[in-house]
Nanobody, 126 residues
């Protein structure tokens, strides 16, 4: 079994920064592609960012491009999401997901991910 655990959420003022962490454990490889998604109140879950085994292959949603950065530490089986210039519309529950398919074609496809965390709340408000 694989476990995915997010941490680092909280309350931050507009324009502020926050870093989320996602640790994978269990029967998993340190090179599995991983992604971040979010669900805002009253909205469907949307793609935020994803990363393949190497940090050189990263993908971002249009709304976070240029403000968020995804990275990973394969030695720790951990993926990070650095969020800068946060806006109130970034308020959401953020979910980390992992796929056991190395050659995943569309990193933005939620259905491609096999394991999900419980989510961590991020609130951007003054």
């Amino acid at each position: 079994q694989v476990q995915v655990l997010e941490s680092g959420g909280g309350l931050v003022q507009p324009g502020g920064s926050l870093r989320l962490s996602c640790a994978a454990s269990g029967r998993t490889s340190s090179t599995n592609p991983m992604g971040w998604f979010r669900r805002a109140p009253g909205k469907e879950r949307e793609f935020v960012a994803a990363i393949r085994r190497s940090g050189g292959f990263t993908y971002y949603g249009d709304s976070v491009q240029g403000r968020f950065t995804i990275s990973r530490d394969n030695a720790k089986n951990t993926v990070y999401l650095q969020m800068n210039s946060l806006k109130p519309e970034d308020t959401a529950v953020y979910y980390c997901a992992l796929t056991t398919t190395q050659a995943i074609s569309d990193m933005r496809d939620q259905n491609a991910y096999d394991y999900w965390g419980q989510g961590t709340q991020v609130t951007v408000s003054s």
